[in-house]
T-cell receptor
Framework: GEDVEQSLFLSVREGDSSVINCTYT??????LYWYKQEPGAGLQLLTY?????DMKQDQRLTVLLNKKDKHLSLRIADTQTGDSAIYFC???????????FGAGTRLFVKA | SAVISQKPSRDICQRGTSLTIQCQVD?????MFWYRQQPGQSLTLIAT?????????ESGFVIDKFPISRPNLTFSTLTVSNMSPEDSSIYLC???????????FGPGTRLTVT
């Protein structure tokens, strides 16, 4: 069945880069997403990548997609304390209505 | 983007009781989604609520346990019925965005069943 897996915790020092990894199983996914959830807030779409792309860069964020290995990563450059949150990897098909989420990676940023 | 509010933000309920969660969107949307986020687990889609028709439930979720109302294009409710401790979760409502890859989420309702 469809499944998205990611590690549960990551701890980095402020100023370092963070890399959050994710694997997924559904090869028919059209979009792969990274959502951010801060305490007491809803999920916020951080970035997404189409399944026919290898990389997407958006300011401090770099998304890498290895479609062959079904591996997605999110790199946050110059990580700040405000980046502390839970990051969810998700896969979806066109329409986004059957989005499958991972369990989330809790990022701790140490000052 | 859509702004979504949910009430209550959190609640502690007794086993066997029911809780109704409200979701309000600042714009009219055809579809609204209800998700459950169990502790340490991923979000799971409970059902899709269309205005003017019965909600469509995902495998493992039934209407008797999670009745949904969708009286208009900006509002929906999810009721968690006959609660047990296993229902302790965060419940989120969500709406699609203007483009196919977008989805917006409410802040969630944190439910604890004792």
């Amino acid at each position: 069945g469809e499944d998205v897996e990611q590690s549960l915790f990551l701890s980095v020092r402020e100023g370092d880069s963070s890399v959050i990894n994710c694997t997924y199983t559904d090869s028919s996914s059209t979009y792969l997403y990274w959502y951010k959830q801060e305490p007491g807030a809803g999920l916020q779409l951080l970035t997404y990548i189409f399944s026919n792309m290898d990389m997407k860069q958006d300011q401090r964020l770099t998304v890498l997609l290895n479609k062959k290995d079904k591996h997605l990563s999110l790199r946050i450059a110059d990580t700040q304390t405000g980046d502390s949150a839970i990051y969810f990897c998700a896969e979806g098909v066109t329409g986004g209505f059957k989005t499958i989420f991972g369990a989330g990676t809790r990022l701790f940023v140490k000052a | 983007s859509a702004v979504i509010s949910q009430k209550p933000s959190r609640d502690i309920c007794q086993r066997g009781t029911s809780l109704t969660i409200q979701c309000q969107v600042d714009s009219q949307v055809t579809m609204m989604f209800w998700y459950r986020q169990q502790p340490g687990q991923s979000l799971t889609l409970i059902a899709t609520a269309n205005q003017g028709s019965e909600a469509t439930y995902e495998s493992g979720f039934v209407i008797d346990k999670f009745p949904i109302s969708r009286p208009n294009l900006t509002f929906s409710t999810l009721t968690v019925s006959n609660m047990s401790p296993e229902d302790s979760s965060i419940y989120l409502c969500s709406v699609p965005g203007q483009v196919s890859y977008e989805q917006y989420f409410g802040p969630g309702t944190r439910l604890t069943v004792t």
